[in-house]
């Protein structure tokens, strides 16, 4: 078995990796989300370590010494990261020559022989559903045995073994909690509308829906939601209450943990019975005696993707939703009680000034909780990238989705909304968004009942204004 280290590269200063490093970007409120990509391939190698760098602290200096204690280094990659990644690597060959560097994430997955191409210094990537392929090359076993790897042969010329078949027994994948355990501190780890310290893993992979926009489901994950059994996702939840005792929250990371509504309610069931605060991702039409259920057995928030106001924008997108049932939905979980934070996503097809207007009204109308607000970022293995390229949408110049500093830019314009106009609008959805008197006295009294939400609060609200100050920074630039 080879020396392996799996590693989350250190990055720009206010570094989000978002949910499960998909993004990469300044984010309006600092967050870290578990490396749980890579965590599930390192339990699967023995002896193997997982760095996550950015929320640990550790800097280029303090991880480059560590490259002559290992034979393998794998680190997760994406769209926007992914030239400060390839200095990375360098820089760890540089230290230990002999080191083999792997690269794994949804961006090599859809570009492998691009990705080789740019950079030589990386030995291999593994595509799509990695974990098994990873854990084979960790074994020492010849490439050109290894299915789902992309690498060169002696030859310099690149090799494409065929696809790796989807895992299909999702209990065959051992508990991410242990690598957690044994590597992380989980008190590094905090988002904003979650409890701290907060621990996050998959119960399943894949998402019926079939969003343009959405990355892991067309590169990774997969359109079936292929799921733990009840007893498995049980199983890792009483162990990871016993390791992590001051843990005050967990959250299913699942693309759409209510895809599979009977499994959700069973799952919850067993956590009521436990004692267990949990919150997970959900799609905006949850009927309301499921969300009972739930709600009845530790369902604090959902986390939901609303991305538009705008009925045509969401069939643009094949969101398969309808406003009037997202807003029945909202309603339902507030007089229940159950938190959301609500996503939303500026610049899809169809967006005019009017269509942001729109979604503006939904958001205030709605009222979830909490609110993040993107701009459409157009990822290669997505549909929203192919029609970008074929309509010229994608301004080119910014096609790295990200600018210098990290902070996320617009990167799609359309004949009646250029970029710039998109960009701004994120900062005023958030101001009309908070800064309107009910909001913000919802926002004092949660401080005034807990001193604790007091302080995450003006911590957030510092951090909030630092974005803004960025984002016109990156306008600027």
């Known amino acids: 078995m080879m020396r392996t280290l799996f590693l989350q590269p250190p990055s720009f200063d206010g570094f989000d990796g978002g949910a499960g490093s998909r993004y990469q970007a300044k984010r309006e409120i600092r967050s870290f989300w578990f490396p749980t990509w890579l965590a599930q391939p390192a ?19 303090q991880v480059l010494p560590l490259a002559k204690d290992y034979d ?11 030239a400060s990644d390839v200095k990375v690597a360098d820089a760890l060959k540089a230290v230990n020559p002999n080191l083999k560097i792997g690269l794994v994430g949804a961006k090599v ?77 989980i ?61 005050k929250e967990f959250f299913f990371d699942d693309d759409t943990f209510t895809d599979d509504l009977p499994r959700a309610e069973a799952i919850a069931k067993e956590l009521g019975r436990m004692g267990v605060t949990w919150s997970c991702n959900a799609k ?28 045509q924008i969401l069939h643009n ?22 938190a959301i934070h609500g996503t939303f996503v500026l610049g899809l097809p169809g967006e005019t000034p009017e269509t942001i207007e729109e979604t503006i009204r939904f958001a205030i109308e709605t009222n979830p909780h909490t609110i993040q607000v993107s701009l459409a970022a157009p990822y290669p293995g997505t549909e929203l990238y192919r029609q970008a390229m074929e309509n010229g949408w ?9 600018d210098s500093r990290g902070v996320q830019i617009a990167p799609l314009h359309y004949p009646h ?48 204004f630092q974005f803004l100050n960025a984002r016109k920074a990156a306008k600027a630039g």
């Open 43 to 61: 339990a699967l190698v023995p002896g193997s370590r997982l760095i996550d760098a950015p929320p640990a602290g550790l800097t280029m200096e």
């Open 394 to 402: 994608l301004d080119t110049d910014h096609a790295e989705l990200i």
């Open 72 to 82: 393998l280094v794998v680190m997760h990659t994406s769209t926007p990261s992914f």
């Open 187 to 247: 008190e590094d780890y905090f988002i904003g509308y979650l409890k701290h310290p907060y621990v996050s893993l998959y119960t399943g992979r894949g998402c019926k829906s079939r969003c343009t926009f959405c990355l892991w489901p067309q590169t990774v994950g997969g359109h079936r939601y292929r799921t733990r059994s009840v007893e498995h996702v049980v199983r890792e939840i009483a162990y990871a209450r016993e390791a992590f005792p001051q843990v």
């Open 284 to 311: 905006a039409n949850v009927p309301r005696e499921t969300l009972k259920v739930l709600k009845d057995n530790g369902l604090r928030l959902l986390l939901v993707g609303y991305e538009s106001g705008n009925q």
């Open 317 to 338: 997108i094949k969101k398969g939703m309808r406003i009037e049932v997202a807003k029945r939905f909202t309603k339902d979980c507030h007089e229940l009680g159950i």
């Open 109 to 185: 997955a859809v570009q492998p022989e691009e990705s080789l191409n740019d950079a030589p210094v990386i030995d291999f990537v593994a595509r799509n559903e990695f974990d098994f392929t990873i854990k084979e090359v960790a074994e020492g076993r010849d490439f050109a045995t290894i299915d789902g790897l992309s690498y060169r042969n002696a030859e310099g010329v690149v090799v494409h073994r065929p696809e790796r078949a989807m895992l299909e027994n999702m209990d065959d994948l051992p508990f991410v909690t242990e690598v957690y355990k044994r590597d992380l501190r």
């Open 417 to 464: 909304l250029a970029h710039t106009q998109i960009f701004d609008s994120v900062e005023t959805f958030y101001r009309r968004f908070y800064f309107r008197p009910r909001k913000i006295g919802s926002i004092v009294n949660e401080m005034v009942r807990s001193p604790d939400m007091m302080k995450r609060r003006l911590r957030e609200g510092v951090e909030f």
